[in-house]
């Protein structure tokens, strides 16, 4: 199971943090190459990277005066290798605004305390569900060395964090020391929390059959008309086996200039499925994506392998279409 694959490899890495020491320096971008970044930091120090091999999935279109935090292990060396890049956009793009940790929430990221990192949770969580029937799930988010862990609650409950704690089976659970405490086991290959003796949440995977090959993320966004304001900033983020029409979905709406001039951004997640046919054409491929709590639904002309088309409650096209676009993203990475 993918699960327990990655918590053994969580496990292995708290060997590597401890040698290598993770740092950070942040600093205003002064020079930019294919492969090295230079920044002058805020002590007035001009720094260099290499970034042959850095993360730049949140860096992309760096700008010479941009604000850039670069992660690096070790004691820092001039022209040593960065390990992750940051970007603090001194000109935000569409879809493109950032939370006071910096992280791309527009795109589906968010700051996990634990990792001390902008993650996407249902890339770098494990989602559970609910056992009362209630639709709510939360995601696990482990530590990179496994020590901890970080609840992420679907009806905005504030985060928990957990600390790992040895069983007298030599197994581990995650909880705190209090009699309402949430713990959260491997049991049987799948990830649990319980309360008080009883399972409260689930980990229910849809990716489990390889026959449907592997697992796949694609990221889709447009800037669509709205009545209340400049325009509605679409980024759907699906998840899928590469050979099923079925998966899940998370779809961020961010309405631009909506309060008081501010953005105000809307997060929904569900079930993504595919329906042939629409009125007019029997041969559309069509995704349907069903909201958790069942309330809502967004319906998607697949136009081709890049391209999607929001359509109405009737499976019909907006007019004009072209307004109605959304774009497959470059991959991150």
């Avoid at 770098?124 to 020590?147: E, L």
């Avoid at 905005?156 to 705190?176: F, H, K, M, V």
């Avoid at 009883?198 to 489990?208: G, L, T």
Wanted: proline share 2%.
């Amino acid at each position: 199971m993918k699960t327990i694959h990655s918590f053994i490899i969580a496990c292995t890495v708290v060997i590597c943090t401890a040698c290598n020491g993770t740092q950070s320096r942040k600093g205003v971008l002064i020079d930019a190459t294919m492969n090295t970044v230079t920044i002058l930091g805020t002590n007035g120090d001009t720094l260099s990277f290499s970034t042959m091999n850095a993360d730049r999935s949140q860096s992309e279109s760096l700008q010479i005066n941009d604000t850039l935090e670069v992660f690096f292990n070790g004691k820092y060396e001039n022209g040593m290798a960065a390990s992750k890049l940051i970007l603090y956009p001194k000109n935000e793009l569409i879809g493109g605004k950032r939370d006071a940790h910096g992280c791309l929430s527009s795109a589906g990221y968010t700051w996990s305390e634990v990792r001390k990192d902008c993650i996407r949770l249902f890339e770098s969580g494990i989602r559970t569900k609910a056992t009362d029937g209630s639709g709510r799930t939360v995601f696990i988010v482990f530590s990179s060395d496994s020590t901890k862990t970080e609840l992420f609650f679907s009806d905005n409950q504030p985060t928990e964090i957990l600390d790992r704690r040895q069983l007298a089976s030599g197994r581990y659970a995650w909880n705190i020391e209090d009699d309402d405490t949430k713990n959260v086991r491997l049991i049987d290959g799948v990830w649990t929390i319980s309360q008080r003796d009883s399972v409260i949440y689930r980990e229910e995977s849809p990716f489990n059959r390889p026959e449907l090959g592997k697992t796949q993320v694609n990221t889709y966004e447009g800037l669509l008309p709205a009545a209340s304001c400049p325009g509605i900033v679409y980024t759907l983020i699906t998840k899928n086996q590469e050979h099923s029409g079925d998966g899940i979905f998370t779809l961020i709406l961010t309405y631009k200039e909506a309060e008081d001039g501010q953005d105000k951004t809307f997060t929904c997640f569900g079930k993504r499925f595919t329906q042939r046919g629409m009125p007019g054409d029997n041969d559309a491929t069509v995704w349907q994506c069903v909201s958790e709590d069942k309330n809502t639904t967004f319906n998607f002309l697949v136009k081709d392998e890049s391209t999607l088309i929001l359509l109405n409650d009737k499976f019909e096209s907006n007019s004009p279409e072209e307004n109605f676009t959304l774009k497959r993203l470059d991959k991150e990475g």
